[in-house]
């Protein structure tokens, strides 16, 4: 995350921040996902990585083609083939 959050460069990437924002994921979020787990089965949650931002050639966010990408990913997570959304990998 902190590496991540590096590389966007925005101003409230504080340490402190970051931080922040991974204790309440381990407080508030993965108590939620270990829940869904164990109701409804592991084989029922996917975790995606929804982060995956296309750039174009010009070095512009491509959001399509991001949102695509996050698309192509949560397919493919819940083991769904990627015909049944006509996608292809970017």
């Known amino acids: 995350m902190k590496v991540r959050a590096e ?8 340490a402190e921040a970051l931080d922040s924002r991974y204790q309440f994921y381990i ?9 869904l787990k164990i109701k409804l089965g592991p084989n029922k949650i996917a975790l995606v990585d929804a982060h995956q931002p296309v750039f174009g050639q ?3 966010l491509n ?3 991001s949102i695509r990408a ?6 493919e997570a819940l083991g769904l083939p990627n015909y049944l959304l006509d996608l292809k990998a970017p």
């Open 7 to 14: 590389n966007r460069g925005r101003s409230d990437d504080t």
């Open 27 to 35: 407080e508030r979020v993965q108590p939620c996902i270990d829940f």
């Open 58 to 60: 010009d070095g512009r």
């Open 63 to 65: 959001l399509e083609q």
């Open 70 to 75: 996050v698309t192509i990913s949560v397919v």
